[in-house]
């Protein structure tokens, strides 16, 4: 544990996103390392890996519903030192994430076909895309369980299990990939279908090795089947406070998924073009996304310490701190997008694709990164119904003047990419004006001290 109310700001900041980086930098990597592989099966496989990945965001979606509500609630009776309370939570966390796995595996089967077919941009990416599902699906679903073991230890502070068990997980799906891809050794090649497989007996060894953990001698939190028995109102409660922080994913989701519909006409090209673009820009949100992780803590214990001044400081420092880390991942987008798209294909165009893409929505980043800055600020102040609508205004910024672009004579991608810049920049504006709003509302404002926006 660490106090934050005292000492600089932006020291507090740089040290927990260092260490919230690297637990996000081997998340980044499954999805860079499957289409790294993929690639040199062909555009076809590189768009049904991208469509297909693009459920995991529902996945992120719901497990961080969870893992919010669960957070909140475990550390909370960990600081008021209620161990009885510590151990319920935490085995109720545990049947919540299963009951979620499961119904997200049946539900995830039932529409396996019919999102493949309806998103695909030809029949083969369909035939593809439901063959990495087969095996991605119950890696997505081990992931519920990733959440539940890994929110409740981050609950009482016990950061390292989670992330030796994040690194190993990245670090047996590199050495597995290529050989259940290529057939490397066994003479059997799996294509696609070798990729998710590689994920999800690699995300079961992370899980298994949590569970190794967890039942050792000594350890703190302790599995008790007695106490999955679901409690309703508890349950409730937990998706009650994670709701808001699970609906900007799912909202993210819906975003991409129209995105790969809308594209389709263009060909597997435009979407796989798309898919290592969005996968890349992904990476290079990674500093601003761990920085709106940090700036959550920051913010948090000084809001509950009653010093105004340092969370309206610790906006301030993030806001500059994420201007510096966007515009330098802007200039990079701008100068050298064909040399990261080649990384992972060679036709061309599927890199032009790609790299037109990242050159017209690197407009967005710095506001991007503004956003995720808010969304920081408004965890800490324990009220994230704002960054909720902020999100969702995009659904009617993007969606309905992309739905109607595409029915109009002459459309083409730079539509799509021109209208998802604007509503970002839109979200940033609603955004940082409801931030100032929260801050007008819950923190006493001198007549000298700066404000947001």
């Not at 544990?1 to 980086?21: K, N, Y």
Request: glycine content about 10%; proline content about 4%; hydrophobic content about 55%.
């Amino acid at each position: 544990m660490q106090d934050m109310t005292t000492g600089a700001i932006r020291g507090h900041v740089l040290r927990m996103m260092a260490f919230m980086l690297v637990g996000m930098f081997t998340q980044t990597l499954y999805a860079l390392v499957d289409i790294y592989w993929v690639s040199r099966l062909g555009k076809e496989a590189i768009a049904a890996v991208s469509l297909a990945s693009n459920l995991m965001f529902v996945v992120l979606a719901v497990s961080q519903t969870l893992s919010v509500g669960a957070v909140a609630l475990v550390s909370q009776a960990f600081g008021a030192r209620d161990e009885p309370r510590v151990q319920y939570l935490f085995n109720q966390a545990q049947a919540q994430s299963i009951a979620a796995a499961l119904l997200f595996l049946v539900l995830g089967f039932a529409a396996r076909d019919l999102y493949a077919e309806r998103l695909a941009g030809d029949a083969t990416t369909a035939i593809l895309a439901k063959s990495f599902l087969n095996w991605f699906l119950p890696a997505q679903c081990l992931m519920f369980l990733m959440t539940g073991l890994g929110s409740a230890l981050r609950g009482i502070g016990a950061m390292r299990p989670g992330l030796v068990a994040q690194v190993g997980s990245v670090l047996l799906n590199l050495l597995l990939a290529p050989f259940l891809i290529f057939g490397w050794g066994t003479g059997i090649a799996l294509g696609v279908a070798g990729a998710a497989l590689a994920t999800f007996i690699a995300t079961l060894a992370a899980v298994l090795g949590l569970v190794w953990y967890l039942g050792r001698a000594g350890t703190y939190l302790r599995v008790d089947f007695g106490q999955w028995k679901p409690d309703w109102a508890l349950w409730r409660s937990m998706l009650g406070i994670g709701l808001p922080s699970g609906a900007e994913f799912l909202i993210m989701s819906l975003i991409l998924g129209l995105i790969y519909w809308i594209i389709r006409p263009f060909g597997a090209e435009a979407q796989a073009g798309f898919g290592i673009g969005m996968r890349l820009m992904q990476a290079g949100f990674m500093p601003a996304v761990a920085l709106s992780f940090a700036l959550a803590a920051v913010a948090g214990q000084n809001f509950g310490a009653r010093k105004p001044d340092r969370v309206r400081a610790s906006f301030l420092e993030g806001a500059k701190l994420n201007i510096a880390f966007m515009l330098l991942f802007t200039a990079i987008c701008h100068l050298a997008p064909e040399r990261m798209l080649g990384w992972f294909s060679s036709e061309p165009l599927v890199i032009s694709v790609g790299a037109d893409y990242l050159r017209f929505v690197s407009w967005n980043y710095v506001a991007s990164g503004l956003i995720m800055v808010a969304a920081g600020l408004y965890q800490g102040l324990g009220n994230t119904v704002p960054s909720l609508l902020a999100s969702a205004s995009r659904l009617l910024s993007f969606v309905v003047p992309v739905l109607w672009l595409s029915t109009r004579p002459g459309f083409d991608l730079h539509q799509v990419w021109f209208v998802s810049a604007a509503s970002v920049f839109l979200q940033m504006l609603l955004s940082l004006g409801l931030l100032r709003r929260e801050f007008r509302l819950k923190l006493p404002l001198p007549a000298t001290a700066p404000r947001p926006g």
